[in-house]
T-cell receptor, first 114, second 120 residues
Framework: DTGVSQDPRHKITKRGQNVTFRCDPI?????LYWYRQTLGQGPEFLTY????????KSRLLSDRFSAERPKGSFSTLEIQRTEQGDSAMYLC????????????FGSGTRLTVV | AQTVTQSQPEMSVQEAETVTLSCTYD???????LFWYKQPPSRQMILVIR??????QNATENRFSVNFQKAAKSFSLKISDSQLGDTAMYFC?????????????????FGKGTLLTVNP
């Protein structure tokens, strides 16, 4: 068990470009979450998967954002036509239904849009 | 909707001393969990301590303990014998355990955090 892995750790992109982040959860965890953390703020919920099903999306997740979790394993978060306001740390976390409520967070992907 | 408020943006404490971080929350729910998470600089967020709302007894984990006042909707974290490695952002978080449909997605609502610096 190597924990939750996120790739890349850092991403600098020009405004208008598309970016994709990857999250590899703990293998036996069926729940996967994406959060966004901006400077000086706590993480904010973006979306949630149980296995491969995306069960909830925050209103923060505009049409430019899409997330997938094919086959209930790794997940990707794509941002199209990035804007400077998208600059943030994107956190992934996984959890097990059988374990109840404990999250394991990844180290995050820091996105900078220039 | 739930809100979590941490009124102390920054705090500092001398090594080996005790410090208390404040957190208040607002909810109409009766069934929930409260958490304190620690986020060291450039490192991942880790769980410090968890409190079930139905339990009257305050949770403790080694040097970390909470003062949970359900009626006042207050959930403070006490760190005893502070160590240099305790330097981090500390986030208070709320988790609702029920949804209208009867299920729950166990998502977290975080406060803005308190930056704690432990000085040698």
């Amino acid at each position: 068990d190597t924990g939750v892995s996120q790739d890349p750790r850092h991403k600098i992109t020009k405004r208008g470009q598309n970016v994709t982040f990857r999250c590899d959860p703990i293998s036996e965890h069926n729940r996967l979450y994406w959060y966004r953390q901006t400077l000086g703020q706590g993480p904010e919920f973006l979306t949630y998967f149980q296995n491969e099903a995306q069960l909830e999306k925050s209103r923060l997740l505009s049409d430019r954002f899409s997330a997938e979790r094919p086959k209930g394993s790794f997940s990707t978060l794509e941002i199209q036509r990035t804007e400077q306001g998208d600059s943030a740390m994107y956190l992934c976390a996984s959890a097990s239904t059988s374990a109840g409520y404990g999250y394991t967070f990844g180290s995050g992907t820091r996105l900078t849009v220039v | 909707a739930q809100t979590v408020t941490q009124s102390q943006p920054e705090m500092s404490v001398q090594e080996a001393e005790t410090v208390t971080l404040s957190c208040t929350y607002d909810t109409s729910e009766n069934n929930y969990y409260l958490f304190w998470y620690k986020q060291p600089p450039s490192r991942q967020m880790i769980l410090v301590i968890r409190q079930e709302a139905y339990k009257q007894q305050n949770a403790t984990e080694n040097r970390f303990s909470v003062n949970f006042q359900k009626a006042a909707k207050s959930f403070s974290l006490k760190i005893s014998d502070s160590q240099l490695g305790d330097t981090a952002m500390y986030f208070c978080a709320f988790m609702k355990l029920t949804m209208d449909s009867g299920g729950s997605n166990y998502k977290l609502t975080f406060g803005k955090g308190t930056l704690l610096t432990v000085n040698p």
